[in-house]
């Protein structure tokens, strides 16, 4: 799934027009970013190689600002010098940690808490889903379709049908997924404070 952030949503596509100036591009750019720094943590044997790729582009967007204006050079080099910072300080904290023997820790919150929250997602999906253009709806619902084998011959179909490639039909649906993802996250909070306020 798509990352969820604190940065505002237009921090997002700042750092992709960094990465280039063309839309599409710059969408398959922060997609094969993204796939290596995922990699490059899962060498070093991090926890959350997927969390941890995502922390990088959230402090590279932060610091976009003055970037625009002081760095000079290849964006994504830019990228793996702040995840190797963030290697430098999982690894520092992960050596503190101290292993916790004959305690034990409950792993999953408890049934009914895990069901309601993922009863409150799939709500919010469907809720966002019927705000989707129909045909980015259909587009999306179609692409998860299928499972295992049947899933990637009906994607290239999905593409052929497109008139479009593999990888654009898949910058297609990144862009749908951050959609949707954004107007889950909105609906989420929204039934929390309205839990709160019911208090």
Not at 81 to 108: C, G, I, M, T, W
Not at 129 to 143: A, F, H, T
Not at 160 to 175: D, F
Request: glycine share 4%; net charge neutral.
């Amino acid at each position: 799934m798509p990352r969820q952030s604190d940065n505002p949503p237009e921090h997002f596509n700042e750092l992709l027009a960094w990465l280039n100036p063309d839309r599409e591009a710059a969408a398959v750019a922060y997609i094969d970013l993204r796939d290596s720094l995922v990699r490059i943590f899962g060498w070093h044997h991090c926890a959350d190689p997927e969390g941890l790729a995502d922390e990088v582009f959230d402090r590279v967007e932060r610091k976009l600002p003055g970037l625009k204006s002081s760095y000079e050079g290849n964006p994504k080099l830019f990228c793996y010098a702040v995840a190797n910072n963030l290697r430098r300080e999982y690894q520092k904290k992960s050596k503190s940690f101290v292993p916790l023997e004959d305690v034990d820790v409950a792993n999953d919150p408890p049934p009914e808490v895990a069901s309601e929250t993922d009863d409150q997602r799939e709500e919010c999906l469907s809720l966002c889903l019927q705000e989707l253009p129909e045909d980015k709806r259909v587009l999306i619902l179609s692409y998860y379709a299928r499972d295992k084998h049947e899933k990637i011959v009906h994607r290239s179909e999905m593409a052929v049908e497109l008139g479009i490639s593999m990888k654009a039909l898949r910058v297609r649906m990144l862009r749908i997924r951050l959609a949707l993802e954004k107007c889950i996250h909105r609906r989420l909070n929204q039934m929390g404070m309205a839990v709160k306020a019911r208090k």
